[in-house]
Nanobody, 126 residues
Framework: QVQLVESGGGLVQAGGSLRLTCAASGRTSGPYAVGWFRQAPGKEREFVAAISWNGRITQFADSVRNRFTISRDDAKNTVFLQMNNLKPEDTAVYYC???????????????????WGQGTRVTVSA
């Protein structure tokens, strides 16, 4: 079993930056593809970004492309979501998710992931 813990959320002004961290523990031998999702108040959870097991393939939602980047440090069992030029509409609880994947794929559907963290809250003020 893999346990995921997100951190790095907080309150930031519009235009600011945050870096979220997803730390994995337990059976992390992988290979794992990882995704970030978010859920704003009163809305459904939505895809934000994903990265393949080897880090070579990444994908982003249109709403965050060119503002967010995703990366991984497998030596530390960690995936990062760097969020720049934040907007009030980015306010949400952010979740990371993982699934076994030996292919060079990313996964944008939340139903495709087996392991989830508890989330970290991001609030962007206008």
């Amino acid at each position: 079993q893999v346990q995921l813990v997100e951190s790095g959320g907080g309150l930031v002004q519009a235009g600011g930056s945050l870096r979220l961290t997803c730390a994995a523990s337990g059976r992390t031998s992988g290979p794992y593809a990882v995704g970030w999702f978010r859920q704003a108040p009163g809305k459904e959870r939505e895809f934000v970004a994903a990265i393949s097991w080897n880090g070579r393939i990444t994908q982003f939602a249109d709403s965050v492309r060119n503002r967010f980047t995703i990366s991984r440090d497998d030596a530390k069992n960690t995936v990062f979501l760097q969020m720049n030029n934040l907007k009030p509409e980015d306010t949400a609880v952010y979740y990371c998710a993982a699934r076994m994947s030996s292919g060079g794929y990313y996964y944008a559907g939340d139903y495709e992931y087996d392991h989830w963290g508890q989330g970290t809250r991001v609030t962007v003020s206008a």
